[in-house]
């Protein structure tokens, strides 16, 4: 297990001999990404600068939650309002693998663009050990290209530098510990809600869709206060399934949400996890009370594989 402090020290170093101009990443809002924001901004101050940009997928309150991060580690950052564009990029695509590659596209676009206003010559990314060692012989982005893991540097003619290239999970939370860093962030795929709306992708759904995620994050995290004894991985999915249901005497027709909730340690495989039913029936009612076009919630209760994590 690795020493946070010397890794601290030494990531600093690396950092700070490796950069000759300005450096930028690409901030999630996750784990690694914001590990290696705040690693930048302690060894380079305003020669790097941290990019977090809001494709409009995200859920309530995340790019508040970033931003509070950045401003706590004193981060050099910029907060890219993109929603809109990808909004546009998306408008008639159903095919999930299309989804995926016109979100990484557009996602590659804006950093670019940001990239070249800011005059930087190299690029922080925050791939940890599985991320390399898994594209060796990648069985994970054979089954779905992974926006945010590749495709940056290629095209971008930047110098490299992977400060968390040999580290592995459980030493990334340590370190994240080690300097006060929320180490309890749940993963959130890089494109986002639009993996979790089966179908075409609007405005109206992703608003829907953050207001179920939220109910949902909401009741997991009173069930399981302590995240090491909760599901690794809880979320909606908006189905394109429309169903009979009752509002008060009244005959509906709305739509279906499934949750997702698995036990897993590392993403690859897992099982679904097994709530009390009581928690599953007060969900449910809060889901169909809160949101009216919902008459319908189900529960995936299939492991991985032979199903994914995401629908998509
Ligand atoms: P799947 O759906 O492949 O997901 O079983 C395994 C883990 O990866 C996350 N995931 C992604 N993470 N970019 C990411 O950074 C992506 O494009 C992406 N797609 C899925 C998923 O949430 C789960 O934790």
Redesign the pocket.
């Known amino acids: 297990m690795v020493n946070a402090e010397s890794f601290v020290r030494e990531a600093k170093e690396e950092i700070q001999n490796s950069l000759k101009g300005r450096g930028i990443l690409a901030c999630?809002g996750?784990q690694d990404s914001t590990l290696l924001a705040v690693l930048s901004g302690m060894s380079a101050g305003d020669r790097i600068l941290t990019v977090f940009v809001d494709t409009g997928l995200l859920r309530k309150g995340e790019t508040r939650r970033v931003e509070e991060i950045f401003r706590k580690y004193s981060i050099n950052y910029r907060i890219i309002d993109a929603s809109e564009r990808f909004l546009n990029a998306l408008a008639g695509i159903t095919d999930p693998e299309q989804k995926?590659k016109t979100i990484g596209r557009t996602f590659i676009e804006v950093f670019e663009e940001v990239a070249k206003d800011y005059g930087a010559d190299t690029l922080l990314q925050g791939t940890i050990a599985p991320d390399w060692i898994e594209s060796g012989g990648s069985v994970?982005d054979v089954?779905?290209?992974?926006?945010?893991?590749g495709g940056l540097p290629e095209k971008m003619n930047l110098k490299i530098l992977e400060p968390l290239r040999d580290l592995y999970k459980d030493e990334i939370r340590v370190i994240s510990e080690f300097l006060g860093l929320p180490n309890d962030i749940q993963?959130?795929?890089?494109?986002g809600l639009a993996?979790r709306i089966i179908g075409e992708i609007t405005k109206e759904k992703i608003n829907l869709l953050r207001e179920v995620t939220d109910i949902v994050e909401r009741n997991v995290k009173t069930e399981y206060p302590e995240r090491q004894n909760g599901p690794w991985?809880f979320f909606a999915v908006l189905l394109p399934v429309k169903s009979t249901g009752i509002h008060g005497d009244m005959r509906s027709y709305g739509l279906t949400v499934a949750v997702r909730m698995i036990d897993t340690t590392d993403?690859m495989s897992g099982t679904f996890t097994k709530p009390s039913w009581e928690f599953l029936e007060n969900l449910s009612t809060e889901i169909t009370n809160e949101i009216r076009d919902v008459n319908r919630v189900v529960y995936d209760i299939t492991n991985?594989p032979p199903a994914?994590?995401?629908w998509e």
């Open positions: 999630s996750g995926r994970r089954i779905k290209s992974h926006h945010n893991v993963p959130f795929p890089g494109p993996v991985q993403g991985k994914t994590i995401e």
